[in-house]
């Protein structure tokens, strides 16, 4: 792979840089609620490796990786080589007929999972498969309540934005009824309290709300093991042991939706689950399988994989070309140690990233777990008052210095880091040195 870090930020000027009628054409055509970063949103037309190029030819360094969805890195040969000749061969067929690289990624999703996960169904996307991960649930409990934590994020269909929470929450209409409760949140506790003497109020609050405000035989309880969009929040090692007891007792699905902690991002283990020590019932998973192809599914045990009945489909979930793509990429993922390289250079990055504390008061809180980082910006330290109008500055700041970041949280104040997963400590060097002029600059502004 190139090493790019010695050349020009500016590539070449081969491309009109048309970016501000492409913007105006983005308005002007698609849904109001499809928004863009930055003030003046740039269009990405190459990557190479952990790097990006707009259509002016400047050269970021990605550390959001098409929100943690390219994990492997940008035109990498032993992944788009075998996509290629796939797409010569035959590219669809649907799932009315045997399909080769379908039916090896089902055995290779098993032999990574718990035994008990037996069966797989495959979507296009992480919404699809946590609609469908709703379906066996409900149909398996003869149940239409669900119980999900504050903070949440599962998709933008109609059932999973309503087990999502606001400004993802389009609908309240959908007949899944949601229960909500309060989420291992450390840095903003919902009970005001201090972790481990906390007692883990959060996990105890999962038992109190399926007693108090369920049937008390909810379909199930869905979790991602860190809060995606909702800031990449970390929950305290016991947290998800506690609440899978609970959920045991009651005899309660617990579904991991391992959209973005899955393939190795978080360094410890392939999924976000076995880092605290749980096996459940259902996994879903999407994004970064297939490095930037659309993939998604479920793999469940077989008794709610049994949930369905009647005659089902996907027409497009687990075509040649994404199936093909996803076995190259975790075949890249297995022989070239990104795992590990998601441990190191992430425990390298948050250490680097907590010295930035020192300096800049914005700085709240880092968090995280490998290749999955997390910096919440407040406006006071004592006070914790969320400032998303500095992440806004900081990120104007990160483009114009070369630095690709991605922003979440609730309130919209927190910036995500997940790059491709063969970034290096010198990569995480150059983006702590970056982030450090950024939030220079932006308090100067501000």
Not at 110 to 139: D, H, Q
Not at 341 to 363: C, F, K, W
Request: proline share 6%.
């Amino acid at each position: 792979m190139t090493d790019l870090h010695d050349q020009a930020t500016a590539m070449t000027s081969d491309w009109p840089d048309d970016a501000a009628d492409l913007a105006r054409r983005h308005r002007e055509s698609l849904f109001p609620s499809v928004g863009l970063f930055y003030d003046e949103p740039i269009e990405l037309r190459r990557g190479e490796g952990q790097f990006v190029y707009d259509s002016a030819g400047n050269q970021y360094l990605d550390f959001f990786g098409g929100i943690a969805t390219v994990s492997s890195g940008y035109a990498i040969p032993e992944i788009n080589e075998p996509i290629k000749a796939q797409l010569d061969r035959i590219p669809h067929t649907s799932t009315l007929f045997l399909i080769r690289s379908q039916i090896e990624l089902a055995e290779r999703l098993r032999a990574m999972t718990p035994p008990r996960l037996n069966k797989v169904f495959f979507t296009n996307s992480g919404t699809e498969a946590n609609e469908a991960a709703f379906l066996i649930t409900t149909l398996n409990r003869n149940s239409n309540e669900l119980v999900a934590l504050r903070h949440s994020y599962h998709g933008r269909s109609f059932a999973t934005t309503n087990a999502s929470q606001t400004p993802w929450r389009a609908s309240t209409l959908s007949p899944l009824h949601v229960h909500y409760v309060g989420n291992p949140y450390c840095y903003r506790c919902p009970w005001e309290k201090t972790y481990p003497d906390c007692g883990l109020l959060c996990a105890r609050d999962v038992e109190a709300v399926i007693r108090t405000t369920t049937s008390g035989q909810p379909a199930g309880f869905i979790a991602e093991p860190i809060q995606g969009v909702g800031g990449f929040i970390t929950p305290p090692p016991e947290y998800f042991v506690m609440v899978k007891e609970i959920l045991d007792r009651y005899g309660i699905p617990f579904i991991s939706d391992e959209v973005q902690t899955a393939w190795g991002r978080i360094g410890v283990a392939d999924w976000g689950f076995q880092a605290y020590g749980v096996e459940p019932d259902v996994v879903v998973f999407a994004k970064g399988l297939a490095n930037g192809i659309p993939i998604g599914g479920v793999i469940a045990t077989d008794e709610l994989a049994s949930s369905i009945r009647s005659l089902s489909l996907s027409t497009f979930g687990g075509n040649p070309i994404a199936t093909t793509a996803a076995m190259a990429n975790l075949n890249f993922i297995a022989t070239h140690n990104l795992r590990e390289n998601a441990l190191q250079v992430g425990g390298y990055l948050i250490d680097r990233l907590r010295e930035l504390t020192e300096r800049h008061p914005a700085i709240g809180d880092v968090r995280g777990m490998g290749l999955m980082i997390a910096i919440e910006l407040v406006r006071d330290r004592a006070t914790k008052e969320p400032a998303p109008d500095i992440l806004g500055r900081v990120m104007e700041e990160t483009k114009r210095r070369g630095l690709i970041i991605g922003r979440g949280g609730l309130h919209a104040n927190v910036i995500r880091l997940c790059p491709p997963l063969i970034v290096t400590e010198r990569d995480a060097d150059d983006a702590v040195r970056i982030l450090d002029e950024a939030f220079a600059s932006a308090a100067a502004a501000g």
